[in-house]
C-alpha cells in the first residue's frame, strides 16, 4: 500500500530498496528555502542495519503488508519459542533473537500476537501488561522520598527492574512489556 511520506510514523514497516525496514524515528522538516521533507531512521528487520533517508513530501513509499494472527506460547527450547494457533492447533517456531528479552515474559497459554510478512514471522507483540513475581529486591531505606526514588528488584523470570521502596519480596506486580517498567502492585 503506498502512502505519501508525510504519512510515516514511527513502527511502521516499509518495503524500501528491495528489503523490509521498521521506522525508528520521523523528523518532519520544513527548511526556509525549499520543500519539506521527512527525516526518517529506518533499521532494516532482516540484516539489523540502520539508514537514513530523506523524503520529499511529494513522495510516496510502500507501507509493508501485514498479516497478524494471534498465537498462543507452549515453551522454548535453546533456540526457539514455540507457539499454537488455538484454532487451528498449528505450530509454529520462532527463533529467540526475534523476541530478544521481552521473550523472558512469556508465560505457558499467554496469548500473543505475531506479524507475518510473506508467510515469515518478524515480530511478537506481547499484552500491554503482564503479572510477575519479585524474586529478590534490597530492603527500603529510612528516609528516602516516596515520589522518585526506585530501588532494583529481579523478578521470577531474571528481569532486572526498578520498583518503588514499598515493594518487597514475593508480592505481585504489574509490568509494561513495551518498555519493561513497573506499573502497580497486585
Known sequence: MKINAGEIRVGMLLEYKNDLWQVLKTQHVKPGKGGAFAQVEMKSVNK?????????????????????????????DENNYFFMEPKSFEQIEIKKGIL?????????????????????????????QVICKIENTDAALKGQTVSSSYKPAVIN????????????????????TRN?????KV
Do not use: C, H, W
Open 100 to 128: 530478544g528479552e521481552k521473550g523472558k515474559l512469556l508465560t505457558e497459554n499467554l496469548e500473543v500476537s505475531i506479524s507475518f510478512y510473506n508467510d515469515s514471522p518478524i515480530s511478537v507483540d506481547l499484552p500491554n
Open 48 to 76: 539489523n542495519t540502520k539508514l537514513n533517508e530523506r523524503f520529499r513530501s511529494s513522495e510516496t513509499v510502500e507501507k509493508a503488508s501485514l498479516e497478524e494472527v494471534n498465537y498462543n506460547f507452549l515453551y522454548e
Open 180 to 184: 519493561l517498567e513497573y506499573i502497580k
Open 157 to 176: 523470570n531474571g528481569l532486572n527492574i526498578q520498583v518503588p521502596p514499598f515493594i518487597e519480596v514475593g508480592d505481585m506486580i504489574v509490568i509494561d
